[in-house]
């Protein structure tokens, strides 16, 4: 298995309250990804980065920002967490070179409840 | 807009016989595809993946298969298990946009019947 870690893996807390997600590898992987599961939708990608302090934005990116200041480490900020982001949280990690299998490795995931 | 789709929520089969899951996709620029298992409470595992120059490629009782003409893949199992039951998701790159996004579709719930 990808050595990929999220913290925590449980999480509930109250609508307005800044939330942060850490995902950790130990791949030495350029790329890292945060997904959302939802009933219905899928995985959907909110941010990712492809090096130290480089990111960029995915297809659900609003409410929530991103730093990397580490290849190893990948945080995700609900700047005042909503109860529209209470889902599933996925960190994602790819060696993103061109040419070979760009497969991507999922940690186990963060369980986020907003009341 | 989904780009990947994936038209039936689940899926059931006898344990023995052959799983088929589907996925279509609508964006021209995808050349890498990739399917991906679940189970509840994990992460998704990658299971097979298909280049865009191919037109099949198997692992084990693992085959996807990829009708470009079509924008169309499926991933056949055989003989299936029930260890197979998960949700399975097919996803897709467009690796020449540089940023190696997955675009996932929702995915299929199989359930392998003992």
């Known amino acids: 298995d990808a050595g990929i870690t999220q913290s925590p893996r449980h999480k509930v807390t109250e609508t307005g309250t800044p939330v942060t997600l850490r995902c950790h590898q130990t791949e030495n992987h350029r790329y890292m990804y945060w997904y959302r599961q939802d009933p219905g939708h899928g995985l959907r990608l909110i941010h990712y980065?492809?090096?130290?302090?480089?990111?960029d934005k995915g297809e659900v990116s609003d409410g929530y920002s991103v730093s990397r200041s580490k290849t190893e480490d990948f945080l995700l900020t609900l700047e005042s967490a909503t109860s529209s982001q209470t889902s599933v949280y996925f960190c994602?990690?790819?060696?993103?070179?061109?040419?070979?299998?760009?497969?991507?490795?999922f940690g186990p995931g963060t369980r986020l409840t907003v009341l | 807009d989904q780009q990947v789709k994936q038209n039936s929520p689940s899926l059931s089969v006898q344990e023995g016989r052959i799983s088929i899951l589907n996925c279509d996709y609508t964006n021209s620029m995808f050349d890498y595809f990739l399917w991906y298992k679940k189970y509840p409470a994990e992460g998704p595992t990658f299971l097979i993946s298909i280049s865009s120059i191919k037109d099949k490629n198997e692992d084990g009782r693992f085959t996807v298969f990829l009708n470009k003409s079509a924008k169309h893949l499926s991933l056949h199992i055989v003989p299936s298990q029930p260890g197979d039951s998960a949700v399975y998701f097919c996803a897709a790159i467009s690796s020449g946009a540089g940023s190696y996004q997955l675009t996932f579709g929702k995915g299929t719930k199989l359930s392998v019947i003992p």
């Open positions: 994602a990690i790819s060696e993103g070179l061109a040419g070979v299998r760009n497969e991507q490795f």
């Open positions: 980065s492809y090096g130290v302090k480089d990111t």
